[in-house]
């Protein structure tokens, strides 16, 4: 059974530009979510879908997006990037928001922004 | 609020030796608890999980008991090995919100 999938693994862009990152979750997880990992912050929960519906949002900026597809894979977008968005972002999913059911993590985009 | 704290880092140890890393929470509710170990390059895996207090969730030798009433979910390992070296990270999910909070991590390093 093939894992979660993140693309493209590495990214660097400059201030002010955007980038699209893609998650594809393993098959059957209905449930994707997105964190940012910086090594102040630990882990930071950006939003999480659902059947395509956003169900949860953290505390960042409405630069920060994320759309989910009919067949479960995501996008999350940041425009206007900023130096401080450089981070490795991680993608997880899972069966369901069941108590005993954990997240699967993809191996995360690392974006550089110059 | 809900959170999660685990002891700074980073710890070394020789291989061999006791390891412990202290996790304690403060939810809101009644929450899941598990650990997640993150090998560099990788994304975190479930290492064990816990889901009731006094549950003991356990794999590859490490082991966390669910502590109510002391709010904490420790790690420990009685014998670490060099293959053990990455960083962990305790976490609790609470239904209620349907959202993980997750530790800041503990960066282990086992020298032979």
């Known amino acids: 059974k093939a894992g979660v999938t993140q693309t493209p693994r590495y990214l660097i862009k400059t201030r002010g530009q955007q980038v699209t990152l893609s998650c594809s979750p393993i098959s059957g997880h209905r449930s994707v979510s997105w964190y940012q990992q910086t090594p102040g912050q630990g882990l930071q929960f950006l939003f999480e879908?659902?059947?395509?519906?956003?169900?949860n949002k953290g505390n960042f900026p409405g630069r920060f997006s994320g759309r989910q597809f009919s067949n479960s894979r995501s996008e999350m977008n940041v425009s206007t990037l900023e130096l401080g968005d450089s981070a490795l972002y991680l993608c997880?999913?899972?069966?369901?928001?069941?108590?005993?059911?954990?997240?699967?993590f993809g191996n995360g985009t690392r974006l550089t922004v110059t | 609020g809900n959170s999660v704290t685990q002891m700074e880092g980073p710890v070394t140890l020789s291989e061999e030796a006791f390891l412990t890393i202290n996790c304690t929470y403060t939810?809101?509710?009644?929450?899941?608890l598990f650990w997640y170990v993150q090998y560099p390059g990788e994304g975190l895996q479930l290492l064990l999980k816990a889901t009731k207090a006094d549950d003991k969730g356990s794999n590859k030798g490490f082991e966390a008991t669910y502590r109510k009433e002391t709010t904490s979910f420790h790690l420990e390992k009685g014998s670490v090995q060099v293959s053990d070296s990455a960083v962990y990270f305790c976490a609790l999910f609470l239904y209620t919100g349907n959202q993980f909070y997750f530790g800041t991590g503990t960066s282990l390093t086992v020298i032979p």
């Open positions: 997880a999913s899972s069966i369901s928001w069941a108590r005993d059911s954990p997240l699967h």
């Open positions: 879908y659902f059947s395509e519906t956003q169900r």
């Open positions: 939810a809101t509710g009644y929450p899941s």
